[in-house]
């Protein structure tokens, strides 16, 4: 007989070997009790799908991400090239540098801005025949009595023919340099006197020329006006110089701005003219048109003679001839000095000399030799 095959579904007495249903609780054959156990349930769990994971060594990493990286900058420049943006580069010239000397740039001293000038040396002079100490003066542009300090000679100024004489040098000066010539409008505008004005609410330009005694017309002039209308806050000039006269009996004329000096001409200064029929002409630049009673005041003084003779010519040319009456009578060659001034007559004395006071700027004084002898003076 083959062996009795259990049904795993049914239950066996352990008492008995009766063979019951699974959920049996009671033998029936020998009356057993069965305990109840529950049977566990198996719980089916919800798991997430997993990814494939990838071990990769250090070095391997980093050839991959390398390569990774190669790869996208191949893209990049494909998509450019084909773009248009990249241009192929161009060869750039090779420089090759050839060594040199270097210059090494020696210091220098700062430039000095204003020339600084001191005193030349004596130079020695043989007095010949006929020499005076004036004509050797004139000749070298010294003085009289520098000679007479240096080689320790009279007041006189004895020579003697065959003496050796030192002369001294003057210290050079740097020349002034030329100063531009007003003409007579300008030197009218830079001579007037001003004041400045600021126009209030109220006021008409005929109510301010009348409140500093001037014409409506000369403020226009001045400023540059082009109408009588003026606003609050403009700001004008006033000139004084155009005031109108005081009324009266005797009334005030303003008095015209002075003249700029002039510019003497000829002759050039420390020449020696020697003979008798030597005409000295004196001449100067104009300093404009001058009124009808102005003049040019030409002063001549002999220096030889401290001052003793003296003239003084008013002309209205810009030359003048000088007097033969200042013309020495001895034999010893005299220093003249000349400047010119504009003057204006002012008035005149009881005998009906004229009165004159300057309107302008001296000028710059000049020297002249004059000989009284009849042969020209043997100069060095």
Known sequence: MSPEKTNPTMKVCPTCGTRLSENATRCLVCGRNFSVTSKPVKENSVESPKLPELKLSLPAALGLILLVLAVGAGLVYMILNLTGHVTSPTPEATITLTPTGTATLMP???????PTFTALPPTPYVVKANDQCISIAVYYDVSVQSIIDLNGLDTNCTLTEGQTIMIPQPTPTPTPLPTATLSE?????AACQTIDYVVKADDTLSGIAANYNVSVQSLKDYNGLTSDFVWSGQKIKIPLCARLPTEGPTPTPTTPPPYPAPSLLLPEDGIV????????????SSV????????????????????????VLYVTDTKVIVPMTLRPTDNISHIFRWWVVVARQAGSN?????????NGATSEARVFGWSGTSSPTSAP
């Open 108 to 114: 220098s001293s700062s430039p000095t801005l204003e």
């Open 288 to 311: 404009g048109t001058l009124r009808e009673n102005e003049y040019y005041q030409v002063t001549i003084e002999d220096v030889t003679s401290n001052g003793v003779n003296r003239v």
């Open 185 to 189: 409008e300008q030197a009218t505008s």
């Open 273 to 284: 003219f020697a003979n008798n029929t030597d005409t000295i002409t004196l001449q100067w």
């Open 350 to 358: 009881s005998d009906g000399t004229p009165i004159y006071e300057t």
